[in-house]
């Protein structure tokens, strides 16, 4: 149990495009989902959380006009990255959190944008 | 300021050899949970082993044990009877009130496990 798809897992895009990536709990509900990115050699950064039915929270210095967050369902959410630059390219990863007793983070394969 | 601390960058063991990763932590909050998990060189993050605060005993999954020593603030993973599969980062987290239960991650622990 606790399986987390994301799609796609590569992307390579041309600067200026919008990337929109899914992330899917396969076989539980999540009210809460997380994204983060992680930088070669580092350890993950959480950008935002994201709550089903609600707007997405935010970290500091992390834009929420450019990083789109839609948590549609208690299943899917999605991170769109709009008007990609180079600096954008990196490892996005997202998360489920299962609820009732152990909250435990279950994670996505992650995807790996490249913005020539 | 919750934090966790993971000292080891890198490690190398013998196969089939047991390996410690060491973690220890910092928070105020009595209540709190602890994670391992592990990133293997194609990206995905798996979870290994939680451990509650206020849980009696260690955590065991499979070969995966949480050495806990509450008082030392310390979360130390075992892993038994290595394999090479198990070369990968591995990262300590932590949540609590203090982060909004939102996790705070170790920097991690590359191991590699020798044939």
């Known amino acids: 149990g606790a399986v987390v798809s994301q799609h796609p897992s590569r992307v390579i895009c041309k600067s200026g495009t919008s990337v929109k990536i899914e992330c899917r709990s396969l076989?539980?509900?999540?009210?809460?989902m997380f994204w983060y990115r992680q930088f070669p050699k580092q350890s993950l950064m959480l950008m935002a959380t994201?709550?089903?039915?609600?707007?997405?929270?935010?970290e500091q210095g992390v834009e929420k006009d450019k990083f789109l967050i839609n948590h549609a369902s208690l299943t899917l959410s999605t991170l769109t990255v709009t008007s990609a630059h180079p600096e954008d390219s990196s490892f996005y990863i997202c998360?489920?959190?299962?609820?009732?007793?152990?909250?435990?983070?279950?994670f996505g394969p992650g995807t790996r944008l490249l913005v020539l | 300021a919750q934090k966790i601390t993971q000292t080891q960058p890198g490690m190398f063991v013998q196969e089939k050899e047991a390996v410690t990763l060491d973690c220890t932590y910092d928070?105020?909050?009595?209540?709190?949970?602890l994670f391992w998990y592990k990133q293997p060189s194609s990206g995905e993050m798996i979870f290994l082993i939680y451990?509650?605060?206020?849980d009696q005993q260690n955590a065991t999954e499979g070969r995966y044990s949480l050495n806990f020593q509450k008082a030392r603030k310390s979360a130390n993973l075992v892993i038994s009877a290595s394999q090479l599969g198990d070369s990968a980062m591995y990262f300590c987290?932590?949540?609590?009130?203090?982060?909004?239960?939102?996790?705070?991650w170790g920097a991690g622990t590359k191991l590699i496990i020798k044939p």
């Open positions: 998360s489920a959190e299962t609820t009732g007793g152990q909250e435990t983070q279950y």
């Open positions: 076989d539980f509900q999540a009210t809460t």
């Open positions: 994201s709550n089903e039915g609600s707007k997405a929270t935010y």
């Open positions: 928070t105020s909050d009595p209540s709190y949970g």
């Open positions: 451990q509650g605060s206020y």
């Open positions: 987290a932590m949540r609590d009130r203090n982060s909004n239960y939102q996790l705070i």
